[in-house]
């Protein structure tokens, strides 16, 4: 959410022994349903709470996590060639605490990210690397692919959510 005065990014995590669960529940929510679910468009529409019900639904099977940042920090990293860097920053830093505490359980880490103007494959390797200086291990823990959270029915489920925590912060 980068709208207000608190900008909030926000990341769903899945134990993949859960997550083709998860998100059969909310495709098949979203199965007839032709537009992206997102907090600005929420409504008292069926589909919106079926939506999450589906979610909420399997809570133990998923947590979520935030950072949120004053938007005057984030504005002027925006007009310079710092933004790319300050998204993989702030990306880290929530795929890193969640990785420490789950490395054990899970020695893999499949990170979907929104499809914006970053590169996945130079993501992939800053994790990687940032990981591997940190905890050791495996050089190849993250596997990074972006997506169009249109088509990603987990990216608007943390979409959903992040709106949510923005309007809060944000006064709402």
Same mark, same amino acid.
């Given at each position: 959410?980068?709208?207000?005065?608190?900008?909030?990014?926000g990341s769903?995590?899945? /134990?993949? *022994?859960?997550?083709?669960?998860?998100d059969?529940?909310?495709?098949?929510?979203?199965? /007839?349903?032709?537009? $992206?679910?997102?907090?600005? %468009?929420?409504?008292?529409?069926?589909?919106?709470v079926?939506?999450?019900?589906?979610?909420?639904?399997?809570?133990?099977? #998923?947590?979520?996590?935030c950072?949120?940042? @004053? /938007?005057?920090?984030?504005?002027?990293?925006?007009k310079?060639? $710092?933004?790319?860097?300050?998204?993989?920053?702030?990306?880290?830093?929530?795929? /890193?605490r969640?990785?420490?505490?789950?490395?054990q359980? $899970? @020695?893999?880490?499949?990170?979907?990210?929104?499809?914006?103007?970053?590169?996945? $494959?130079?993501?992939?390797?800053?994790?990687?690397?940032?990981?591997?200086?940190?905890?050791? *291990?495996?050089?190849?823990?993250?596997k990074?692919?972006? %997506?169009?959270?249109?088509?990603?029915?987990?990216?608007?489920?943390?979409?959903?959510?992040?709106?949510?925590? %923005? #309007?809060?912060?944000? *006064? *709402?």
């Open positions: 959410s980068k709208t207000g005065t608190h900008y909030v990014y769903l995590h899945v /134990n993949q *022994g859960h997550f083709h669960a998860l059969s529940d909310l495709q098949k929510v979203l199965a /007839n349903y032709p537009h $992206e679910i997102k907090w600005s %468009a929420t409504r008292h529409l069926p589909i919106h079926a939506f999450l019900k589906a979610l909420f639904n399997r809570w133990p099977s #998923w947590s979520y996590r950072i949120v940042v @004053p /938007n005057t920090q984030i504005r002027q990293a925006v310079g060639p $710092e933004r790319a860097l300050l998204k993989a920053k702030l990306v880290y830093l929530l795929l /890193n969640y990785a420490r505490s789950s490395l359980e $899970e @020695p893999e880490f499949y990170v979907t990210l929104d499809q914006d103007e970053f590169d996945p $494959e130079v993501q992939q390797i800053t994790l990687n690397n940032a990981f591997l200086r940190d905890y050791g *291990g495996d050089h190849s823990a993250f990074v692919r972006a %997506a169009d959270s249109k088509d990603h029915a987990l990216l608007q489920a943390v979409d959903l959510i992040t709106g949510a925590v %923005a #309007w809060v912060w944000n *006064g *709402g």
